[in-house]
């Protein structure tokens, strides 16, 4: 019976090896570039049917600059294609395609090289001139240049080109390594190999990336260099702290997170290395992650909470720059971890026959809960989360409350209260506590005209205060799209949202995980009744809330699609995967992670590291 279900794992997940293999060669297109260009700026590619309007969800991206001459990014297969916009710029540059090649498994590539193909690129708009002369130099005449190619002749696919060897030797060395390692999926232990590999990778885009060509990171660098040599908050609006304030007029010194303090003092420790403060401050980062995944080593629980960060590519990405979610992603797993270990302290807390609980753990799990309420606001909702997990506990775990339990838990809330609310009071004093005032003052003072609180709403950014300008609250789900942003951007989507996959990458993702949701969820309700699905319903529920929450915030506040947002979900769900760890155990399962952190391997490797632009040179 184990030998039969060896070799069906063996088979099942070979398949599903191949199968994704070919379907990432061969339901996509490679384009190669050759260019030159004088200035740093993005190329794109759109893609789109003939009845299809143009749009950010169908297009891919890569950075350019002067010295680099040949480029690569992935679009769908061009028999789903009818018309390519190419923008060779989005600011002032000129650029000379030298060559374009857009190729796919089984098809004749379509080859831009010479005067006579070049000519098959018709410039629609935003060009100032397009001159073919051994290769294409177009000079841009807005930030928009535009040139339109139509596939009237698609690449014919043909089965008798395919490459079945790359196959065969793959479905073999999958084989091979499930049979081999067969001990790693005893316990979770192959999570801690998959940990190292994403280390390896996180570390390379940290190293690698050009400084602030991740979201918002020029201003928490500089927010944390403010702390490597304070320890106060600062005066808001002071001149020490004028380089932290963003274009909206915000600094994140003011929102009363605590790791740039934390983040800070750690980089003040390297400070007299010959390396930059964003590399040092980034390498924080890492270090965060390193501690998780060095924990999994030895602990069975850690390495089944880990999971969940190994779903999506988005997760790593967010540890490989700096910035103030790593660090609540960090504290929630740690917290996270104290809940499901059986003899962490927090459950000793909680256990009710035992009185040696000692105030040193009330200090520990009280100081734990107060670093995470000192993170992102929409941790909270993990804070809730947690909340219901112990009621849950109580009522399927026969977990006890009695007087010594209240006791303590009352406690922790009183050590988490005094060090979130002794932050806050010192930021205050120092603001002589008119802090509030202080920051609208700033933010009048800094911000960008079409960011400041006194323009007129008719003449700020677009995206503000939506409600205010009429939007209907479907309006932001439906023509904004708010939901497919907030998707790809939560699973894959990089640099200031310029660095994507395709749309083909992002459907295959989103039905692996509706696969796995529906396979997870039917497994826990058939196989652990009432306690699963109240578990489910609580997980639900706290996700519809933030969901709901950062919805509103969108529609009354700023639009903004990111699922970083939702980074609370992943404890959540490592809290749930524990608890039903037995009714998730099974193959059908196993292969839905297998696949889906494959596919967050390929886009981290050829889109967010292939995409991102790269430093040159020097760094010291």
């Known amino acids: 019976m184990e030998n039969n279900r060896l070799f069906l794992t063996m088979f099942i997940t070979a398949i599903a090896a191949v199968v994704l293999y070919n379907v990432l060669t061969i339901g996509s297109s490679l384009v190669e ?27 891919a991206s890569v950075t350019i600059k002067p010295g680099q001459k040949e480029y690569s990014f992935r679009i769908p297969r061009l ?13 002032p540059a000129v650029v000379t395609i030298r060559s374009l090649s857009i190729s796919q498994e089984g098809c004749e590539p379509l080859v831009f090289a010479s005067d006579s193909d070049f000519e098959q690129l018709k410039p629609i708009e935003g060009i100032a001139s397009a001159v073919i002369n051994n290769g294409l130099t177009v000079t841009p005449a807005t930030e928009d240049p535009q040139l339109h190619y139509t596939l009237d002749n698609k690449p014919v696919f043909s089965f008798t080109k395919l490459h079945w060897l790359p196959s ?44 602030n060509r991740h979201p918002d990171e020029h201003v928490h660098i500089a927010a944390g260099q403010y702390y490597m040599d304070h320890w106060l908050p600062p005066v808001v609006g002071s001149a020490e702290v004028e380089g932290t304030y963003s274009d909206y007029g915000i600094s994140r010194l003011h929102s009363g997170e605590i790791v740039y303090l934390i983040a800070g003092k750690f980089a003040s420790l390297f400070s007299e290395l010959s390396y930059p403060d964003f590399l040092i401050l980034r390498l ?38 700096f910035n103030s979610d790593a660090f609540a992603v960090f504290m929630m797993i740690m917290a996270a971890y104290q809940c499901i270990r059986q003899d962490s302290w927090f459950n000793r807390i909680l256990d009710g026959d035992s009185y040696r609980f000692g105030p040193v753990r009330i200090l520990f799990i009280g100081i734990l809960l107060g670093l995470l309420l000192l993170t992102k606001i929409n941790f909270y909702f993990f804070v809730l989360f947690v909340g219901g997990y112990v009621l849950w506990k109580m009522i399927f775990r026969d977990q006890k409350l009695n007087r010594p339990v209240i006791t303590r838990i009352v406690s922790v809330v009183l050590v988490a209260v005094m060090l979130f609310g002794g932050m806050r009071f010192l ?65 894959g989507e990089y ?63 700023d639009f903004q ?60």
């Open 33 to 59: 570039l050759q260019l030159e260009t004088d200035n740093v700026t993005t190329f794109r590619m759109y893609y789109k049917k003939i009845d299809e309007p143009w749009t950010q969800q169908q297009v």
């Open 168 to 211: 065969a030797a793959l479905f073999g060395a999958v084989c091979l390594l499930v049979f081999l390692g067969r001990p790693l999926f005893v316990e979770f232990r192959f999570t801690t190999y998959i940990g190292f590999a994403v280390i390896i990778l996180i570390m390379a885009m940290a190293v690698v990336s050009i400084p």
């Open 79 to 91: 028999a789903n294609i009818d018309l390519l916009r190419i923008d060779t710029s989005e600011k």
């Open 284 to 321: 924080f980062n890492v270090f965060l992650f390193s501690i998780i995944i060095l924990t999994g080593i030895r602990s069975y629980e850690m390495r089944i909470l880990m999971l969940p960060l190994f779903l999506s590519p988005q997760v790593w990405y967010v540890f490989s720059y």
């Open 495 to 557: 640099g200031y949202m310029n660095v994507s996959a395709t749309a083909y990458h992002y459907n295959l993702v989103r039905y692996s995980m509706v696969a796995l949701l529906v396979v997870s969820a039917l497994m826990i309700i058939l196989r652990t009744g009432w306690a699963g699905i109240s578990l489910l319903t609580l997980i639900f529920g706290c996700l519809g809330a933030l969901i709901g929450a950062v919805l509103y915030h969108c529609w009354t506040v």
């Open 427 to 491: 930021d205050q004093w120092v603001n002589d506590f008119d802090k509030k005032a202080r920051v609208a003052k700033a933010q009048e003072a800094f911000a960008l005209e079409q960011f400041k609180p006194s323009t007129p709403l008719d003449k700020k950014f677009l995206y503000l205060q939506l409600r205010d300008r009429g939007t209907s609250f479907r309006g932001i789900i439906g023509p904004l799209q708010w939901g497919e942003k907030t998707f790809r951007s939560a699973v």
């Open 561 to 620: 699609a990111q699922g970083r947002y939702l980074l609370p979900l992943i404890g959540m769900m490592g809290i749930v995967l524990y608890e039903t760890r037995r009714a998730v155990s099974n193959l059908l399962a196993t292969i839905c992670y297998v696949w889906i952190i494959g596919l967050s391997f390929y886009s981290y490797i050829f889109f967010a590291l292939a995409g991102i632009g790269k430093i040159t040179g020097s760094m010291g």
